[in-house]
Nanobody
Framework: QVQLVESGGGLVQAGGSLRLSCAAS????????MGWFRQAPGKERDFVAT????????YYADSVKGRFTISRDNAENTVYLQMNSLKPEDTAVYYC?????????????????WGQGTQVTVSS
């Protein structure tokens, strides 16, 4: 079993920045594909970003490309999501996810473990 604990969410003004963190425990972190998803009120859970085991490959949703950066520190068992130039439409609960097998990383159903979510609210 893998436990994921997220932090870093909060209230920020449009144009501002936040960095989300996801600390993993329970299994070897470096062997997991990691991802970030978000869910706005009344909407489906959407893919945000994913990163490979080594951190060498990353992919982003078009809506965040150029503004968000996913990274990981395997020595610290932590994955990050740096969010810049935030917009009100970025407001959502953000979830960290982990997969213990090879996956493409785009589809939420492919992940095995999820964090509790952290609220990000961007005001106009």
């Amino acid at each position: 079993q893998v436990q994921l604990v997220e932090s870093g969410g909060g209230l920020v003004q449009a144009g501002g920045s936040l960095r989300l963190s996801c600390a993993a425990s329970g299994r070897t972190f470096s062997r997991y594909v990691m991802g970030w998803f978000r869910q706005a009120p009344g909407k489906e859970r959407d893919f945000v970003a994913t990163i490979s085991w080594s951190g060498g490959r990353t992919y982003y949703a078009d809506s965040v490309k150029g503004r968000f950066t996913i990274s990981r520190d395997n020595a610290e068992n932590t994955v990050y999501l740096q969010m810049n130039s935030l917009k009100p439409e970025d407001t959502a609960v953000y979830y960290c996810a982990a997969a213990g097998r090879y996956i493409l990383g785009y589809f939420g159903d492919d992940y095995d473990y999820w964090g509790q979510g952290t609220q990000v609210t961007v005001s106009s």
